[in-house]
C-alpha cells in the first residue's frame, strides 16, 4: 500500500483518528486494488485475531446496544471477521438478518440461526438456510452493518464495486427508513479519501478492530438520491 494509505492512528482512549493525507487522482479500481492486496498479505491468524476487538468495538456503539434487529453479513476469506459479533448479537436476543445473493445481484434477507444453519452459496458467500423474507426485510432493521474496504475522512465508503449494497441504500432511502450504517474494517482502511460517485452515500460509522469513528456529517441527517 502506498505512503499516502498508510495505517490511520487510533487513540485507544478517545477513538481519535489521524488522517493520511489521500491523493485526489485515487480512482476506485487503484484503490480497490491496493486494499486488496493488503488484505491478501495477512494471514489466517492475522483475521483470527482481529474478529474478537472488532466485536468489542461494535458492541460499544449505543445503535447496536439498542437494536431489536440488525442487518449483517457472514465475513469470507480475509475479511474483517463478523462471526464473532454476529453470535454475541443473538445472544442478546438481537434479530439478526443476513443477506441472500438473488440472480440479479440484489440482496433479499433471511434470519441469522446461527452458523450451524448456514449454507455456502455461489462466490464463497455464506447464507442462511432458512426461507427467505425478501428485499424489503431490511427495511426493519435498526442498524445495518455494511462491507467495505475503506472509508474516509468525510464517511464515504468503497465498496467492491458489485453494487448489491447500492441498491440496498436505494431501497432505505426509497422507503424514508434511516437505519443507522456502520461499515466494519482493519484500521488501515480508514483512509484520507476515496473516489466518489452520486450514488455514493455516507456512513455514520466505522468500526475496527482498534476503534469506532464517527462522522460528523450522518447519512440520516442528509436527503437521499
Known sequence: MSENDK????????TAVTWPTATKATTKKALRGELLAARAALSP??????????????????????????????????EPGTRVLLDSLRE?????????????NDLEWGEYEG???LVRAGRGLLEPAGPGLGADAVLEADAVLLPGLAVDAH???????????????????????????????????????????????RVDAAVTPTGVRRFEESVRDRPWG
Open 7 to 14: 495505517k490511520a492512528e487510533i487513540d485507544p482512549q478517545s
Open 45 to 78: 491468524d492475522d483475521v483470527r485475531a482481529a474478529a474478537e476487538p472488532l466485536a468489542r468495538q461494535a458492541l460499544r456503539l449505543p445503535e447496536l446496544a439498542g437494536a431489536a434487529t440488525v442487518a449483517a453479513y457472514v465475513s469470507i476469506g480475509r
Open 92 to 104: 442478546r436476543n438481537v434479530r439478526v438478518l443476513l443477506p441472500v445473493l438473488m440472480a440479479d
Open 115 to 117: 452458523a450451524d444453519a
Open 155 to 201: 464517511g464515504m465508503r468503497l465498496g467492491r464495486g458489485g453494487g448489491s449494497y447500492d441498491r440496498v441504500l436505494a431501497r432505505l432511502g426509497a422507503a424514508g427508513a434511516r437505519p443507522a450504517l456502520v461499515v466494519l474494517l482493519y484500521t488501515h482502511e480508514v483512509v484520507g479519501q476515496v473516489p466518489t460517485e452520486p450514488h455514493d452515500h
